[in-house]
């Protein structure tokens, strides 16, 4: 984790007002976070931090793509992402951090830590179905009819009205002798 110190603002030295820190992440990143989901990583992180006088406001923003499998093809892809996270930096007794829009540091700490929410930020821009662009198009067409190739068939002839049960037409008697 020594080799995220880039990513701790000191806010103790700041004048009131507004100060924006940018970052580059790729996946060196992530391998400290023992993620590895993406292929490769290329996004662009905005942080604006507004000093106030009594707390800290950080607006997050990012924009960039991740390259990730298809879930339906296999085939790679570069996904673009984006999103926005706010967070709010008071001080209190103690560190808490459970509540995922407000983060409490001790009186007396000089700096924040943005590196946790850069990371959760981006993971949970990536939708949960990936679709490779050439599937939804259907300029795969070689992927395309592999799949409806693979897909399972249906077959109308095991259902057939002689196939049921007898039981089934004694309990449908009882149904119509009312």
Request: charged fraction near 30%; charge should be negative; hydrophobic fraction near 40%.
């Amino acid at each position: 984790m020594n080799n995220l110190k880039a990513y701790l603002i000191p806010f103790i030295g700041l004048k009131i007002g507004k100060h924006q820190f940018d970052y580059q992440v790729d996946n060196t990143f992530f391998a400290h976070f023992d993620y590895d989901e993406f292929n490769d990583a290329s996004v662009k992180v905005s942080v604006v931090l507004e000093k106030k006088s009594t707390l800290l406001e950080l607006d997050f923003q990012h924009k960039g793509t991740v390259n990730v499998p298809c879930d339906v093809s296999g085939e790679e892809f570069d996904l673009a992402i984006k999103g926005k996270l706010k967070l709010v930096v008071k001080f209190g007794d103690d560190f808490n951090d459970e509540n995922e829009e407000l983060l409490i540091l001790p009186h007396g700490e000089f700096q924040v830590n943005v590196a946790q929410y850069i990371y959760e930020s981006i993971v949970l821009s990536v939708p949960l179905r990936r679709i490779h662009p050439g599937v939804k198009d259907g300029s795969l067409t070689e992927v395309i009819e592999k799949l409806e190739a693979l897909a399972p068939k249906e077959n109308k002839e095991s259902v057939q009205k002689n196939d049921i049960d007898p039981r089934w037409e004694n309990l449908k008697k009882l149904l119509t002798d009312k």
